[in-house]
């Protein structure tokens, strides 16, 4: 099986701009969840989609956005880019989610770079 | 928030020695697992441990957890300059789910 990938690898944009990041869970799992690793703030979740629905969400402002599709590939996005917005950023599947323990698998990460 | 921490945050020991971290989390948890990602990339799950679980193997790698201190520990036996990489406790908060919470990350080196 493929493992989760992540489109792009690497991006960089300027302050203000928005962004999109692309999910592709591993076949047949339906939960993704994102996280946000910066080196002073280690890796942060930012919210889990199951079945096309945010089941959890992180503590992150509204500029951070989301969703699923039927296919259970997922997309962030980030409107108006800061400078703090500079991390990598993970996205991790799992085959069901919610309140049954599933292991989460990662992809390689989108490094995104705020100038 | 219920961001575990690991200790030490940073370690360098010689090729075939043990290697041993340390996390400890904030709140009652369903599972703790550990991750390890290498420079810049994405996590590799090494193990889960359950709550009502106190020790668990997995080739060498053994893994304990006291929830009374509400600390687990990784043990990483005759290390490798492989097993050079950050180490990860994740915990899932109970009730919350699939809302996993990471440590700080302990930064492993191992000279051969």
């Known amino acids: 099986k493929a493992g989760v990938t992540q489109t792009p690898r690497y991006l960089i944009k300027t302050r203000g701009q928005q962004v999109t990041l692309s999910c592709s869970p591993i076949?047949?799992?339906?939960?993704v969840s994102w996280y946000q690793q910066t080196p002073g703030q280690g890796l942060q979740f930012l919210f889990e989609?199951?079945?096309?629905?945010?089941?959890n969400k992180g503590n992150f402002p509204g500029r951070f956005s989301g969703r699923q599709f039927s296919n259970s590939r997922s997309e962030m996005n980030v409107s108006t880019l800061e400078l703090g917005d500079s991390a990598l950023y993970l996205c991790a599947s799992s085959l069901v989610g919610g309140r049954s323990y599933n292991e989460q698998f990662f992809g390689p990460g989108t490094r995104l770079t705020v100038l | 928030s219920q961001q575990g921490e690991e200790d030490p945050q940073a370690l360098s020991i010689q090729e075939g020695e043990n290697a041993t971290m340390n996390c400890s989390y904030k709140t009652s948890i369903n599972n703790l697992q550990w991750y390890r990602q290498n420079s810049g990339r994405g996590l590799v799950h090494l193990i889960l441990?359950?709550?009502?679980?106190r020790e668990k193997h997995s080739g060498r790698l053994r893994v304990t957890l006291d929830t009374s201190k509400k600390s687990s520990s990784l043990l990483i036996t005759a290390s490798r300059a492989a097993d050079t990489a950050s180490y990860f406790c994740a915990t899932d908060e109970a009730g919350t789910g699939n809302q996993f919470y990471f440590g700080t990350g302990t930064s492993l080196t191992v000279i051969p």
């Open positions: 076949s047949g799992h339906r939960s």
């Open positions: 989609y199951f079945s096309e629905t945010q089941r």
């Open positions: 441990i359950r709550s009502n679980e």
